[in-house]
């Protein structure tokens, strides 16, 4: 019943933001809220379009979305530091954007990050072993880090360059060619375990628990 209640609550103050945004003119941002609204709630949606009611709410789900929703909080968070950084010491190909039009795609983006997050909790972990999902988590681990020391080399860049010093190649370098090759040995090979979780019909019956293969 609370999840019941935070849920409706959380679409009904999405409505309320819209609608502002709308009166306001900030049309970017209102879409980007509304694709945001449609990729979190997307399951109560297409049950109560099909069904004309909320799907359960058990305790796995409940633990899903708590564990979905905190990554793209921290992805969040993460995302708005970087940003403010940006604005704040000119950066290149961000300040040519305009403030708005950058929270909508990190509205859009936060929605996906939390999307993913629950496909995987709900139907990519279960059918992964334990070693898979450690690797798994590597590389997302490989990717994030790889993307911060990406945008903080290029911050460093800009910041050493528009002090006048001399020409600085370390942290170009580091956000030109070291931080993407290894962002995209991140991005494959979590993709990898990821969409192995989803094509697998369940996990292998050898690592399945004695109590489970005697019940089946």
Do not use: C
Not at 82 to 108: G, K
Not at 129 to 144: A, D, K, Q, S, Y
Not at 166 to 194: D, H, N, T, W
């Amino acid at each position: 019943m609370k999840m019941r209640k935070a849920l409706l609550a959380a679409v009904i103050i999405a409505v309320i933001l819209m609608v502002a945004l709308i009166s306001t003119r900030e049309y970017y941002v209102a879409i980007a809220l509304g694709v945001e609204v449609l990729l979190v709630f997307r399951r109560e949606i297409w049950h109560l379009a099909r069904y004309r009611r909320l799907p359960p709410f058990d305790e796995r789900f409940q633990e899903n979305v708590k564990k979905a929703a905190r990554n793209s909080f921290v992805y969040m968070s993460v995302a708005i530091v970087f940003l403010t950084l940006a604005y704040a010491i000119n950066v290149d190909y961000v300040v040519d954007y305009e403030p708005l039009q950058v929270l909508s795609w990190l509205l859009i983006s936060s929605g996906l990050v939390y999307l993913l997050g629950y496909i995987f909790y709900d139907r990519a972990e279960p059918k992964l072993r334990p070693p898979e999902v450690g690797r798994f988590w590597t590389f997302l681990r490989i990717l994030g880090i790889a993307f911060g020391s990406g945008i903080t080399s290029i911050f460093l860049h800009n910041v050493i360059g528009r002090l006048g010093v001399a020409e600085e190649p370390v942290f170009f370098l580091i956000g030109v060619l070291l931080a993407p090759a290894a962002m995209g040995v991140g991005l494959v090979g979590s993709l990898v375990f990821f969409i192995k979780g989803l094509s697998r019909k369940q996990l292998p019956e050898i690592d399945q628990p004695d109590d489970e293969r005697i019940q089946a």
